[in-house]
């Protein structure tokens, strides 16, 4: 409070000390009765009039709790009054004790107002039966020393005169409860209030017992305690932090202890009166007192159990409050691990004294190594590689020591971490101190491994310098052979001069060659290439690329032989032109002058496998991918003997990336010939006929079509019937809400727009079915989805009319893929960390896998029980080869045919793939093929085993084999889950 509200204050203080000091002396003076009662009761009259002004007053001024606390005093203070100015009237002391009681219980309800901070309900209440148990204890302590004065029975004194008392002592003792409860902010007020009440309980208390020894009148001192309870409450309001301030954060609470102690402590001492009065049978004690004891035991166990029950809402708030923070704190820690084994970059902590503290799985897997392994090792000796001449490079100078030592953060170090198999991997690393307070408790490195980043500088590098040098020979042929044209140097030799005429032609038309083979290629990686799809007979593509390269072969004394094929595919035939003739002519180039090459085309599955045959002489094993790359030659004197630009077979195989295929070459060694081998996707491949079943299976895959346009119905029937799904048409939405439900077909095809119940609304339904909730659906609309999001939330794919039909094939194949298989599994390898990763892999797709790491493990298995739809096989394994499993289950009659995928680090021949087939196989590398490749192929075999391979004439071989002629094709991306 400022110093000068604190002034004031404190005058008044003076002022109504020194009124209730005179006050006394009058009252006590020698001065007649009557005189002494005119001036009580005026004192009272006043008081009263003062208290209730200033509680108004205050109220006026005040917001919130605070305002109606002081009104409620205010107004019980007014009732007091008119209560004593009664009795003065009245001559009758007894007379105002109604008003009186009710004075009080309002006085009751303006304390219970006061705290700035609501308490709550059951606080409240306990403090309310404290009250009632330490009034009632000191009222009857009283009553009991009233009675032991008494010499003989007394007339009873009105009821009034018994309960006014009690609810004195009751508001008393609420006052000292709420002060004893309240912050120091709020006290000077509550004691100040609190005092005043406790003068009335004086008052009133001497009163009842004077009353029941009928000597109580007007005048005497005791009169003064009303009036300084009164004053007390006055002073109370004309307090400077009476009006209370607004609640900022928690505001300090006080402590109930004290007031418990006092409770209880009293009502022990009023307990043993009772003790003492029971003994003492002579002792009679007004009913009342009875009465009183019981309320008081009855307040007694009711604060009892409210403690209790109090105490064990509290126990389960805490228990649950404990469960929701471990919970929380679990789920934290699950996320922070998650999200740290989901980053693909390698991370390790380390503690101050460089010891590593954890590593993530990435940065393991990098490291060759398992985490625990590396944790507790030397971050520094453990990782780094010696310098050149094999001495350990210092640890002072290390990334790692300065985050701890300086609390530097390095960012883009490039270092060489060193594998415990002796591999070098080159990383760039960022390390940043652990702090704690300002103090550095540890670091933390993140480094990623940029060996393919180094590759590709190198690449690029080396086709700078393979460009320049390429692009500056045929220059310097060019300027050589101008610039002795130029100097008449051989103007008398027709002959020399028309030959270097011939070399500069020559020189220009391989310079434009290998510009435009350099634009290609970087075209065709970068995918801005176009490609014009449509279908295109196998023969009539040869037979251009052997027209174009006849001259070449002509010359070169090669014949060249183009077996016929009626297979169709779908294809840009310019650039499939481009790779036949690329190969063409690589094959004339290094054939023999009398040689053979032959251009064959057969169909394998839903692809089409065209090959260029040479007798040539042939290509290394170790050759067989390297010539792929750019301005690689078996021979680095090719490019001069035998022409061309050395980018020929990188665009080949580009262009036919491009369209979905592969590209590779075979070719035993040299001197023994090569094939070059490419795939496309058949345009017209053989479905099962309409409404048919694909083999093994009882029933076409059903899908539900359903459009307001029946020409519309009726092409996408069409469409969807030749590639073997048995279609229901309709162009009603209620009437397909029943299909639907019904028949629970593989997927809906709708379009949004339709008359009655809209395709929008038919969606909502499907959806808030349990029954028809996993459906998958199309939507076929003209509006785009970013238009209607709730709607395209609902959907598994949206397709904006006009839309070409073989896209709305691929559309619904790949939301009928998408939903999750549940095919058994037994994967059998024997590399636990592998093993994990692609077990993972599958059971994510909805799959039920069994592993195994050794041929015994997978024979017990089997042996128990494990009846798979599909077996992932790895070849070497600890305790055999995987060879024999396939023969154990070839002579399983339930196995025999079960399909496989043999995933195993070397290549397989054509000649051990022969024997290993099971059912359909499929033979990937893991070097070339990871997991999720893997379940791609899995997920394909499953699917033509289970008779879902309609739909699917368009995909690309996924196996890293080149003979593979029962391989199913290679889906897209499957996501385990649809995308709602």
């Known amino acids: 409070m400022g110093a000068q509200s604190r002034d004031v204050f404190l005058r008044w203080c003076w002022v109504s000390g020194a009124v209730v000091v005179l006050l006394v002396l009058l009252l006590a003076s020698p001065m007649d009765q009557v005189s002494r009662e005119q001036i009580s009761m005026a004192a009272i009259a006043g008081a009263g009039v003062v208290a209730a002004i200033s509680c108004g007053h205050r109220a006026l001024l005040s917001i919130g709790r605070r305002r109606r606390a002081w009104a409620t005093l205010s107004l019980g203070g007014v009732v007091g009054l008119a209560g004593n100015v009664y009795a003065g009237l009245v001559h009758n002391p007894e007379a105002g004790d109604v008003a009186y009681i009710a004075a009080l219980l309002l006085g009751v309800l303006g304390l219970s107002l006061f705290p700035a901070v609501r308490p709550r309900g059951r606080e409240l209440l306990r403090m309310l039966l404290d009250s009632v148990v330490v009034g009632g204890s000191v009222l ?83 009169d003064a305690a009303w009036v300084g309870g ?24 006080g402590t109930p202890v004290l007031g418990t102690v006092v409770t209880f402590c009293l009502f022990l001492v009023a307990a043993l009166v009772r003790v003492g009065q029971t003994q003492a049978t002579h002792q009679t004690l007004p009913w009342v007192a009875n009465l009183l004891w019981v309320a008081v035991l009855v307040a007694v166990v009711t604060r009892q159990i409210l403690v209790v029950v109090d105490n064990e809402s509290l126990r389960h708030g805490l228990e649950r409050r404990v469960q929701e923070r471990t919970a929380q704190l679990r789920s934290l820690a699950s996320e922070r691990a998650r999200t740290l084994e989901s980053v693909a970059d390698g991370i390790y902590g380390v503690d101050t004294e460089g010891h590593v503290t954890f590593v993530n799985t990435a940065g393991a897997y990098t490291l060759g190594a398992s985490a625990s392994d590396l944790v507790g090792r030397d971050a520094h000796a453990t990782f780094h590689a010696p310098a050149h001449d094999g001495t350990p490079l210092p640890a002072d100078g ?23 198999d002796g591999k070098e991997v080159p990383v760039e690393v960022t390390a940043s101190p652990l702090r704690d307070d300002g103090v550095i408790r540890g670091a933390v490195v993140v480094f990623r491994d940029v060996t393919e980043r180094r590759e590709v500088e190198r690449i690029k590098d080396e086709f700078v310098s393979v460009v320049s040098h390429e692009l500056r020979t045929p220059l310097t042929a060019i300027r050589g052979a101008l610039a002795l044209l130029d100097s008449n140097a051989l103007q008398d030799s027709p002959e020399q001069a028309a030959r270097m005429v011939r070399i500069a032609l020559t020189s220009s038309e391989r310079l434009g060659r290998l510009v435009d083979d350099i634009l290609d290629t970087e075209r065709l990686e970068a995918g801005t290439t176009q490609l014009h799809l449509a279908d295109q007979p196998v023969d009539t593509l040869v037979d251009a690329a052997v027209d174009q390269v006849s001259v070449l072969a002509d010359e070169a004394g090669v014949t060249l032989e183009a077996t016929g094929s009626p297979e169709i595919v779908r294809a840009d035939a310019e650039r499939v032109v481009q790779t036949l003739t690329n190969l063409l002519g690589n094959a004339v180039r290094f054939s023999s002058a009398g040689g053979t090459v032959r251009v064959t085309a057969a169909p394998v599955g839903d692809l089409v496998e065209v090959r260029v045959t040479d007798q040539g002489r042939g290509i290394p094993p170790d050759k067989l991918e390297a010539i792929f790359r750019r301005f690689e030659q078996v021979d680095a004197s090719d490019t001069r003997e035998r022409g061309g630009s050395g980018l020929g077979l990188t665009i080949a195989r580009s262009i036919v990336e491009r369209h979905g295929g592969r590209l590779w070459a075979v070719s035993d060694g040299e001197g023994t010939g090569s094939s070059f081998r490419f795939t496309l996707r058949r345009a017209t491949p053989h479905p099962p006929a309409p409404g048919h079943a694909p083999d093994g299976t009882a029933q076409a895959t059903r899908v539900v079509v359903v459009d307001d346009d029946q020409y519309v119905v009726d092409v996408l029937r069409t469409v969807l019937e030749e590639r073997g799904y048995d279609v229901v048409g309709l162009t009603d939405g209620r009437a397909a809400l029943a299909v639907v439900e019904d028949e629970h077909p593989a997927a809906v095809v709708l379009d949004l727009a339709m008359p009655g119940t809209s395709g929008a609304e038919v969606l909502s339904r499907l959806r808030q079915s349990a029954a028809t909730a996993d459906v998958p659906v199309v939507v076929l609309s003209g509006t785009r989805p970013h238009d209607a999001l709730e709607t395209a939330a609902l959907a598994d794919d949206w397709l904006v009319k006009p839309v070409d039909p073989d896209r709305i094939v691929e559309t619904v194949r790949d939301v009928i893929r998408r939903q999750p298989h549940h095919g058994r599994v037994l994967l059998v390898e024997d590399h636990e960390d592998l093993r994990t990763v692609v077990a993972t892999v599958l059971r994510n797709a909805g799959l039920v896998v069994t592993t195994a790491s050794s041929v015994d493990e997978a024979r017990g298995a089997l042996a128990h029980g494990a009846d798979p739809d599909l077996v992932v096989l790895d070849l070497t394994l ?9 023969a154990d289950l070839r002579r399983d009659g339930r196995l025999r045919r079960v399909p496989l995928v043999v995933y195993t680090g070397a290549e397989v021949s054509s000649k051990e793939r022969d024997d290993l087939r099971l059912g359909s196989t499929v033979f990937l590398t893991k070097g070339r093929t990871a997991p999720d490749a893997v379940l791609r192929s899995v997920l394909d075999l499953l699917d033509v085993a289970a008779g879902r391979d309609v739909g699917h004439p368009d995909q690309p071989d996924h196996s890293d084999q080149p003979d593979r002629p029962d391989q199913p094709g290679q889906p897209g991306p499957h996501p385990s889950t649809r995308p709602r």
Do not use: K, W
Not at 177 to 198: D, K
Not at 400 to 419: K, S, W
């Open 140 to 222: 009857y302590i009283a009553l009991f020393a009233v009675a032991l004065q008494a010499d003989g029975p007394q007339g009873e004194p009105a009821l009034t005169a018994y309960a006014l008392p009690v609810v004195d002592a009751l508001l008393a003792t609420f006052a000292v409860q709420v002060m004893t409860r309240s912050n120091t902010a709020e006290r000077i007020p509550l004691v100040l209030v609190g005092g005043g009440f406790v003068l009335y309980a004086v008052a009133d208390v001497t009163f009842a017992l004077l009353s029941s020894q009928g000597s109580f009148t007007f005048g005497s001192p005791v």
């Open 230 to 253: 009164y004053l007390a409450i006055a002073l109370a309001a004309r307090h400077p932090a009476a009006s209370g301030s607004p609640v900022v954060g928690r505001r300090e609470a």
């Open 398 to 420: 290390c990334y790692i020591a300065e985050a701890l030592r300086d609390g530097l953060t390095v960012t883009a170090e490039q270092d060489l971490y060193l594998r415990p």
């Open 878 to 886: 600890p305790d055999g080869s995987g060879r024999e499993l396939v």
